[in-house]
């Protein structure tokens, strides 16, 4: 879960801890994800134990997590309207909803999350004006971005995400080839999308805020704007292809190359050319150092104790053990900070010798270095699919560590 998703969740689950409108009833958790588990963890720290997970996925009935049974939505209706109450973390808020009503569930059902600006399900007049202004603001970045780049094939990568940006970047020229595109502008959000679009050599890269995204996409599917592809394995805002994972399986990679750009299994990805040298040797021995990379915003994190016993382990093998950071990251114990721009990576661990990272974009931008590499993941599905996130985010050539509620090596 991205951090202001994180933050958003906490806010309303803080608001109703406060009211205090979880005492005495139950509270049941709809969707399997990653999500839920983040808001299950956020309420067990709270002192709130939801009674069950609903889910309509077959494979995942009958286990738990955490103690907590995942049942079918069905189970709900042996609970009144005045006993009960429904989070949702995920997407499908206005589907889910529906399918609980349905079953007769006449209850409370909170959305805890919103995932896009503009996905307001109120027929109020004010939410219809909302939107007005949203789709105005956009159609005028839409319009300002056609003026700028007006021979240019517009790529909208609508999330904040460094392995999405990559591999829609990874995958751009063969699309271009076989579309007979000549030339395109990738749009991303923030900074770090910025460095991730650019280590690929000839991309023009505009880089927007989240609100300023969140409008553009809006107007692009308004507009029916032909001259633009929005580049994501799930496209919310078009096809909901994820539902292709309940019943078949394909890799987040294979995602991009053949269901975002429609791409032949065998197609190789083009490699970043714009990796710069890096500028700090004397941090690092070569052959001899480790890089943690133990943060992400889109992945559960296990504690700080688990990244402190891998230190150990590889300072015992005569490692110096770095730590990635950002500037408001702090190293874990026992080790040093490392900070470098995006470009710098791949050299930097490939003179480290050894790269352990929580399963995150970062590890996308580093998948081509030489070097041992070893991916943590959470012991989770995907989503709602019935597939582990260890087998959809697998990277060819590494190592995996998968950790669970034991939170072993």
Same mark, same amino acid.
């Given at each position: ?7 958003q969740m906490a806010s ?34 709270h002192n709130v134990n ?38 949702? =973390? +995920? ?5 889910? /909803?529906?399918?609980?009503?349905? *079953? ?5 059902? #909170? !959305? $805890? ?82 460095? =991730? +679009? ?5 991309? /023009?890269?505009?880089?927007?805020? *989240?609100?300023e995204m969140d409008e553009? #996409? !809006? $107007? ?190």
């Amino acid at each position: 879960m991205e951090l202001r998703h994180k933050a958003q969740m906490a806010s309303v689950l803080d608001a109703r801890l406060d009211a205090r409108s979880f005492d005495n009833r139950s509270v049941f958790l709809f969707g399997h994800c990653n999500a839920t588990e983040e808001m299950a963890d956020y309420l067990m720290e709270h002192n709130v134990n939801p009674d069950a997970i609903l889910d309509n996925n077959t494979s995942k009935q009958g286990l738990s997590y955490k103690k907590m049974p995942i049942l079918p939505p069905e189970h709900i209706k042996r609970y009144t309207s005045e006993n009960s109450v429904v989070l949702i =973390a +995920a997407r499908f808020i206005a589907e889910m /909803s529906a399918q609980l009503r349905m *079953l007769g569930y006449g209850g409370e059902i #909170v !959305q $805890a999350v919103e995932y896009n600006s503009f996905a307001e399900y109120s027929l109020t007049g004010e939410a219809f004006e909302r939107r007005a202004e949203r789709m105005l603001r956009g159609v005028k970045t839409l319009d300002r971005i056609k003026r700028q780049y007006p021979k240019h094939h517009m790529v909208v990568c609508p999330n904040n995400a460094l392995g999405d940006v990559y591999w829609a970047m990874a995958f751009l020229a063969p699309y271009r080839e076989k579309c007979g595109i000549q030339s395109t502008v990738s749009i991303v959000i923030g900074d770090g999308c910025r460095q =991730a +679009a650019e280590l690929f050599k000839g991309e /023009s890269v505009i880089e927007l805020e *989240l609100a300023e995204m969140d409008e553009l #996409v !809006q $107007a692009v599917i308004f507009t029916r704007e032909d001259n633009c592809i929005i580049a994501h394995h799930d496209r919310p805002y078009t096809d909901n292809i994820i539902k292709y994972l309940d019943n078949r399986f394909l890799s987040f990679i294979d995602y991009y190359r053949m269901a975002v750009y429609g791409l032949r299994q065998d197609t190789q990805p083009t490699p970043p050319s714009r990796n710069q040298g890096f500028e700090k040797t004397e941090r690092i021995i070569k052959n001899k150092t480790l890089i943690l990379a133990p943060y992400a915003k889109s992945v559960a994190e296990p504690p700080d104790s688990f990244w402190e016993s891998i230190a150990k382990k590889w300072h015992e093998k005569g490692y110096l053990v770095l730590t990635s950071v950002n500037s408001d990251e702090n190293p874990i114990k026992g080790t040093l900070p490392l900070s470098l721009p995006l470009g710098q990576m791949v050299p930097a661990v490939e003179r480290a010798g050894a790269f352990i990272g929580l399963r995150s974009g970062l590890c996308d931008i580093v998948h081509t270095s030489r070097c041992r590499k070893i991916a943590v993941f959470p012991d989770c599905y995907y989503s709602t699919t019935p597939h582990k996130v260890a087998d959809f985010f697998a990277l060819p050539g590494w190592e995996a560590i998968v950790y669970g509620g034991s939170w072993k090596i």
